[in-house]
C-alpha cells in the first residue's frame, strides 16, 4: 500500500472516529438535559402540590372557623330562648351526636399493613380494608366506647368508611395508613374486647401491624363534616303523624 493511500485511510478513520465521539458528546449532553428537566419539572411538581395543600389546610380551617361561629350564634339564641332544662338536654344531644370535642379515659389503636410480603399469601390479606375498620368499630362501640374518631375524624353515624384503593374514606376525607382509633370509654372492657376480637385475631395471623394502647386521658375532636351533613342526610323524609 502506497503512503498517500495510507495517510487518507488514517484521516478517514479519524474522521470517523471523530463523528462517533462528537454523537456520543452530543448525546451525553441531551441525556442530561433531559434528566436536568425531568428533576426541574418533578421540583415544580412538588412545590405545586405543598402549595395547594397549604391551601386547602388554610380554606379548612376558616371554614372550620365559620362552622364555629355559626354555632356560637346558634348556641348563644338557644340559650337566650330556651329554659335550663332544655338547654342542658340540648347539650347533651349535641354531645351524643358528636358535635363537641370531648375528654376522657380509652385506648388508641393502630393499623398498619403487613411489613413485607408473605409466600404463598395473597396480598390483599396483607393490607387493611375499610370492612377491618368498620368491624373494629362497631366492637367498640358494643363495648361501651362513647366517643370515637379514625385519624382525627369523629365517628358519627352519618360518618363513612369506605375503600379507596390503597386509602380510605373517612367523613368524605381520604387517608392512607397508618389509622389510628381512638375510643373514650372504659379502657379496660375496651382494651380487653379488642384485643380478644376475632377479627384482629385474624389480621395478626397474617402479620398486619396492631398496637393498643390504655390511655388516662384522650382528646377526640367534633365531627368535622357539618359543612356537607346535608348531603349526608340526603333522601331522607320527615315524617309527620
Known sequence: MKKNERSIIFILI?????I???LQFKSTLYTKKITASNTLNTDKLVEQITAEKKII???RLEVDGNISKKYKFINEYLKNNMDVESAGEFDK???KAGFTDVRGPGITIK?????ARQE???LDWLIIHDQDIKIIVNDLKKSGAQAISINGERVVPMSEQECAGPTIMVNNNRYSV???IEAIGDPEILYNNVVNSARVAEMLEYKIRIEITKSKELKINKFSGMDH???LISGMEEIKK
Open 14 to 18: 479519524f474522521m470517523i472516529f471523530g
Open 57 to 59: 389546610e388554610e380554606l
Open 120 to 122: 404463598d399469601t395473597p
Open 229 to 231: 351533613i346535608s348531603r
Open 93 to 95: 344531644i349535641k354531645l
Open 178 to 180: 397508618p389509622y389510628v
Open 20 to 22: 462517533v465521539i462528537a
Open 111 to 115: 393499623l398498619d399493613d403487613a411489613a
